[in-house]
């Protein structure tokens, strides 16, 4: 079984612009959770997508967004980059969105904003 | 507002050794304990969860304990390895529709052979 995917591996991308990320979960899964990760501020929650719909947001400015399709891919858009926004952009996927199972991660998306 | 602390920060032992990771949160009212692991440049890797009802969970050479009184969690590592060289996440999830989990900042563990 494919784990989860996540397109590209690597982004170099100047302020001011915006970047698109996608995230193709295990097959079978409905529920695709965004996760932050940074050396200062650790692992930080964005926002969780399960049957299409936001069900859970972080702490994040408007200037994050996402979507799911109804395949239950995922894509993570960043808005009017900053520099602050350059960070490893992880994407985990489970079969629900119950807590009692365990979430399986992608390999992330490395962004840089220069 | 949830805290979730590891301690160190970086762990180096010989190859053969028994290790504990320690994992810290600050409120007890936790829905349940998931253990990763993350290689270098990588994503993670789930290694166990314990439900709020549990006290252990035990996978190979693994075993993650849970005590939600004290707001902690260990996590045994026996017979250490070189492949075991990477980083330890602890995260807990505060409710069962809760998504959002809140995750320490990891030990780093390099086993030498």
């Known amino acids: 079984k494919a784990g989860v995917t996540q397109t590209p591996r690597y982004l170099i991308k100047t302020r001011g612009q915006q970047v698109t990320l996608s995230c193709s979960p295990i097959?079978?899964?409905?529920?695709v959770s965004w996760y932050q990760q940074t050396p200062g501020q650790g692992l930080q929650f964005l926002f969780e997508y399960f049957s299409e719909t936001q069900r859970n947001k972080g702490n994040f400015p408007g200037r994050f967004s996402g979507r799911q399709f109804s395949n239950s891919r995922s894509e993570m858009n960043v808005s009017t980059l900053e520099l602050g926004d350059s960070a490893l952009y992880l994407c985990a996927s489970r079969p629900t969105n119950f807590g009692n199972s365990p979430l399986h991660f992608g390999n992330g998306t490395r962004l840089t904003v220069t | 507002k949830q805290e979730v602390t590891q301690i160190p920060a970086a762990l180096s032992v010989p190859e053969g050794e028994n290790l504990v990771l320690n994992c810290s949160f600050t409120d007890s009212a936790i829905y349940n304990l998931q253990w990763f692991r993350q290689d270098p440049g990588k994503g993670l890797t789930s290694l166990l969860l314990i439900q709020s009802s549990q006290r252990e969970q035990t996978s190979g050479r693994l075993n993650a304990s849970l005590d939600k009184s004290s707001g902690r969690s260990t996590l045994y590592i026996a017979a250490s390895q070189p492949g075991d060289s990477a980083t330890y996440l602890c995260a807990v999830l505060l409710n069962q529709a809760g998504t959002a989990l809140i995750f320490g900042k990891g030990t780093t563990l390099s086993v030498s052979s």
């Open positions: 097959s079978g899964h409905r529920s």
